[in-house]
Antibody, heavy 114, light 108 residues
């Protein structure tokens, strides 16, 4: 059973870079054909897709966030990561990682505040 | 970017009733890559339906998905108390992948 777990700081200061890691267990991130995604949900709001990476390293980002987002993969550690630069209060959200559409992490709340 | 519009925004029904949730896309969804999720308060979304009508493992058969092109439907045949939650559709055939804004299913 594949499991995903988000990890990273729960509080980030404005203008800094938000960094999260998604640790994958129960399966190899190098298994071909899967999209490893980040999704976020602002408090009380709907879901927003941030972007994905394939094990090969190819990425696609939501155009609305593209200038600030980097998603990377570390196959040796079986995890993938999200970096979101120049954050503001509008980036306060629960951040989820996912494999395809089936497997999701539980999510982690990141608050942007000084 | 494909915009998904869900209706209604809120649906008020009683246990035992039938629920019909709609998801309309601004353009045709590629290869029928349309999914439905259920989200309960404080929980991550749970996949119910993939590929328009494929039921995820462990999902009760009272949940069914249908549709094609730009119009899709999630039907819950007989509502159970645990079904009252928020439901989202997502297209994953064209990047950027997009979600609908959600339908809240509440107890009448």
């Amino acid at each position: 059973q594949v499991q995903l777990q988000e990890s990273g700081p729960g509080l980030v200061e404005p203008s800094q870079t938000l960094s999260l890691t998604c640790i994958v267990s129960g399966g190899s991130i190098s298994s071909g054909g899967y999209y490893w995604s980040w999704i976020r949900q602002h408090p009380g709001k709907g879901l927003e897709w941030i972007g994905y990476i394939q094990y090969s390293g190819s990425t696609y980002y939501n155009p609305s966030l593209k200038s600030r987002v980097t998603i990377s993969v570390d196959t040796s550690k079986n995890h993938f990561s999200l970096k979101l630069s120049s954050v503001t209060a509008a980036d306060t959200a629960v951040y989820y990682c996912a494999r395809g559409v089936l497997y999701w992490g539980r999510g982690t709340l990141v608050t942007v505040s000084s | 970017e494909i915009v998904l519009t869900q209706s209604p925004g809120t649906l008020s029904l009683s246990p035992g009733e039938r629920a019909t949730l709609s998801c309309r896309a601004s353009q045709s969804v590629s290869s029928s890559y349309l999914a439905w999720y259920q989200q309960r308060p404080g929980q991550a979304p749970r996949l119910l339906i993939y590929g328009v009508s494929g039921r995820a493992t462990g999902v009760p058969d009272r949940f069914s998905g249908s549709g094609s092109g730009t119009d899709f439907t999630l039907t819950i045949s007989r509502l159970e108390p645990e079904d009252f939650a928020v439901y989202y559709c997502q297209q994953y055939g064209s990047s950027p992948y997009t979600f609908g804004q959600g339908t809240k299913l509440e107890i009448k």
